[in-house]
């Protein structure tokens, strides 16, 4: 689907729209600016989870995630990552968000479900570390873009083998 | 630098008439050591394997490296726990090739097609008539692991056939400590395996994993950040100085429990409430209160809060590390001098409710696991350490004298380690257990 409408509240939504926003989403990230990425959250419903390597469609509710954030988790997170004693992070790694295979998937209640394909390289130590897999947002339009109700990333990986570690916003 | 020669005599300095100890770093980057860490510590001690909750029923199994070993741990039809090697008897691939799975009524080795049955009998060869009469189909099943014991759920195996048992193996203190972390419930390991790695050497997981040096400047940010956001802590930390204890004769503190096993604090039913406990009552207070009257009605009232109040973070030697405060098991493996292959997993009472659940889940994200708000931090700490070491002709010894001739002022000591470490000299020295077990 390359654009999707919600008629209750007269919404369209291209594909473009959504690319461009994802892109601008990875660039904050790519660039460290953390805060302003925090700000795309929903204040109420934002949430960040990532499943175990083993459990990809498990629920945090019942079973061990790597990251499940709700608001005052995930911003805790952020500060921890811009406060220069998360040493796992500081000096900042480099990484680089790759985005593809973008896919409108459609309305669930009042929020617009996104799929997308990411690649996301880190950068330390003179390793690179590939961290692939899938985004699934769940978006709620909001003055002309979007606010996160949920941005779930769903590792390809078997093992964090040799990552070691998801220090960093995948 | 002293000539090893893939001897482990001289690496360590256990100077106890002066209170130093050093370990040299050859250790950690020496490829002739890890070959005798093999060959004298993992293929001749009880290792870790799995939880019986993994695969509870008949049929169900998983499948892990457990030692350098591929090994399937299943439930057999007749309802035996199994530990089999991973490997066909005829010319070798691995029979089963899922990590986990359940209904399983055979194991079929896709290469030639033989079949073993879930108790790892041969049971099916196609065109079994071109064998000879001397060929031997009974003797032809999956190879057991030489050695397996179950311990209330907890499967340890052992690749030495006359290796002692379990028991002896543990001693009483070291049973006694694992016990109080099973008696929280009828445990079960969460669903969600932390698979991770980390580009440093074995022992420095052993090291940090039972070091509360390090916990408030490598952790800072749990103690700065993370907890005075939860409303819990005010910032003091593991450097803040203790409360003397009563003298009343009664174990405390870090204790070495025999045979390299170790624990940074003894199990008591006056413990200052841990961090787990104050993160319980804050978000699932209700139900935790539920929790605690059935645990006092099945353990009485002190030995429920010892229970409650667990033991710190304890060593099974060789690799076997249990966070009690977080209710994490954790293993791993050195693939080479310089990378280890790591598990970890939650284990947690079935008695929790939901609510009760989602808060112990909450308090382990925390601080553990690879994306917690801790456990990076180890993986980047050790990592440096591994760095660090490529100095070891000019930099030869590491120090672990903290807290040696019974000095406890200055915060925790460094007892563990030096636990760890004397055990892991005798080991690779005279195949035998450490004699010392003092401070
Ligand atoms: S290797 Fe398994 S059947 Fe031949
Ligand atoms: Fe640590």
């Not at chain 1, 209640?109 to 769940?138: C, S, W």
């Not at chain 2, 169900?60 to 350098?68: L, M, W």
């Not at chain 2, 090739?97 to 097609?113: D, L, Q």
């Not at chain 2, 319980?280 to 935790?288: D, M, N, R």
Request: glycine share 10%; with cysteine; proline share 5%.
């Amino acid at each position: 689907m390359a654009t999707a409408t919600l008629n209750r509240e007269q919404v369209t939504v291209t594909r473009q729209e959504i690319e461009e926003w994802l892109y601008a989403e990875a660039e904050m990230l790519d660039t460290w600016n953390l805060n302003e990425w925090l700000a795309l959250f929903d204040e109420e419903r934002g949430s960040f989870y990532i499943p175990a390597t083993d459990a990809p469609y498990s629920d945090h509710n019942t079973a061990l995630f790597l990251i499940a954030d709700d608001m005052p988790k995930l911003k805790s997170r952020v500060a921890q990552l811009l406060s220069g004693v998360t040493w796992a992070e500081n000096p900042q790694s480099r990484t680089r968000h790759m985005i593809s295979n973008v896919r409108i998937k459609g309305w669930e209640d009042d929020m617009l479900i996104v799929k997308a394909n990411f690649v996301v390289y880190r950068m330390r130590f003179q390793n690179i570390d590939p961290y692939i897999g899938e985004y699934t947002y769940k978006l709620l339009p909001r003055n002309g873009s979007f606010k996160i109700a949920e941005r779930r990333a769903i590792l390809d990986l078997e093992a964090l083998r040799p990552h070691g570690k998801v220090s960093f916003i995948v | 630098m002293p000539d090893f020669g893939g001897n482990a005599a001289g690496l360590i300095i256990d100077d106890r008439e002066s209170g130093i100890f050093r370990v040299h770093r050859s250790a950690f980057i020496d490829d002739d050591i890890l070959k005798l860490e093999r060959e004298r510590i993992f293929d001749k001690s009880w290792l870790f394997a799995g939880h019986i909750s993994e695969f509870p029923k008949p049929g169900d199994f998983i499948t892990r490296n457990v030692g350098g070993r591929p090994i399937i741990l299943v439930t057999s039809d007749d309802g035996e726990i199994r530990a089999l090697m991973n490997t066909c008897r005829h010319r070798g691939n691995l029979v089963c090739r899922e990590h986990k799975g359940s209904n399983a009524e055979v194991f079929r080795c896709f290469y030639h097609g033989w079949i073993y049955n879930t108790r790892g009998e041969l049971k099916g060869i196609p065109g079994e008539e071109a064998y000879s009469e001397a060929f031997d189909r009974e003797s032809l099943g999956l190879e057991p692991a030489p050695k397996m014991h179950n311990h209330r759920g907890c499967i340890f195996i052992s690749f030495d056939p006359d290796m002692e048992d379990f028991e002896s193996y543990m001693g009483p203190d070291a049973l006694m400590v694992i016990d109080n972390t099973l008696n929280l419930g009828d445990m079960e390991f969460v669903e969600g395996h932390f698979k991770y790695s980390m580009r440093a050497n074995w022992k420095l997981l052993v090291e940090n994993s039972m070091d509360g040096y390090h916990a408030a400047f490598t952790h800072e940010r749990f103690f700065t950040h993370w907890l005075p956001s939860m409303g819990l802590g005010g910032g003091g930390g593991p450097m803040t100085p203790q409360p003397t204890p009563p003298n009343d004769g009664k174990r405390r503190g870090a204790q070495p429990m025999g045979n390299g096993h170790v624990t940074t604090a003894w199990p008591t039913s006056d413990r200052p409430i841990s961090g787990q406990a104050s993160y319980l009552e804050k978000f699932a207070g209700a139900e935790l209160e539920q929790f605690r009257e059935g645990l006092v009605k099945k353990h009485g009232d002190e030995n429920a809060r010892m229970i409650e109040g667990r033991a710190g973070n304890y060593l099974i030697f060789p690799n076997l590390l249990i966070i009690d405060g977080w209710c994490v098991f954790r293993t791993f493996y050195p693939t080479s001098p310089d990378y280890m292959e790591i598990s970890g997993w939650a284990a947690m009472p079935k008695e929790d409710s939901p609510g009760l659940r989602k808060a112990r889940l909450d308090w382990y994200l925390g601080f553990q696991g690879p994306g917690g708000f801790a456990t990076p931090d180890d993986v980047e700490g050790l990592e440096g350490c591994q760095m660090g070491f490529a100095t070891h002709k000019e930099v030869e010894w590491s120090d672990i004298s903290r807290g040696m001739k019974g000095n406890t002022k200055g915060g925790p000591t460094e007892l563990q380690m030096r636990v760890f470490w004397r055990e892991w000299e005798a080991r690779l020295t005279t195949g035998q257990h450490a004699e010392y077990t003092g401070d």
